[in-house]
């Protein structure tokens, strides 16, 4: 584990509620699962610039792969999932099959969207390389990392475009709301 692991699994454990989401669902059993993107990244921010553990946190974005692509399987995990928490987690665990995710990330998005083999794979499509972070409580109770870009975006606080794709339709709008949270970003663009 490098120095920004360390210090990124550091941060993950001083964090209340992300601690709860992720042993609960350690207990669920899902294949291929992780939290990533806002409650991971913004946890981050939150200890760099000082302000409290779950400041400007609006969700868990969780992410987890089962080749069964059907709307049915998903929405038992959903369900599954929100069996799992009490208020106010409930409302806040958002549960995704990554192996949908190419159904309707178009519709919603308006970005072509190539099936993913697996949830890690997703992470290097994201808008930014900051938020390209992933986490698992893994069963010895160490937690896993996956972070195609590196950390040093995320902790460095700098947003730029992801270089693996074209800029995202709504990098303009992920941007303002980062900055109205976090106005210590720096933005390289």
């Not at 987690?89 to 083999?117: C, I, S």
């Not at 709301?177 to 976090?182: D, F, K, P, V």
Request: charged fraction near 25%; proline fraction near 6%; hydrophobic fraction near 45%.
């Amino acid at each position: 584990m490098n120095d920004l692991e360390a210090r990124l699994t550091a941060i993950v454990r001083a964090d209340p509620g992300l601690m709860h989401v992720l042993t609960t669902v350690r207990g669920l059993g899902l294949d291929d699962w992780r939290v990533f993107s806002g409650a991971v990244y913004q946890s981050v921010w939150n200890a760099v610039t000082g302000r409290p553990a779950g400041y400007g946190i609006r969700d868990y974005d969780l992410g987890y792969f089962n080749p069964d692509v059907s709307w049915e399987a998903e929405d038992a995990v959903i369900k599954c999932v929100a069996a799992a928490f009490e208020p106010p987690f409930r409302d806040m665990v958002e549960v995704r099959n990554q192996a949908r995710v190419h159904l309707w990330f178009e519709g919603k998005f308006g970005e072509p969207y190539e099936a993913l083999t697996g949830t890690d794979e997703a992470l290097a499509r994201f808008v930014a390389p900051a938020f390209a972070v992933g986490v698992r409580l893994e069963a010895d109770d160490t937690i896993s990392v996956a972070a195609p870009f590196g950390l040093e975006d995320v902790f460095s606080l700098t947003l730029r475009p992801n270089p693996r794709r074209p800029l995202a339709k709504g990098w303009g709008r992920a941007v303002g709301n980062a900055t109205a949270r976090w106005p210590e970003l720096r933005i390289a663009e």
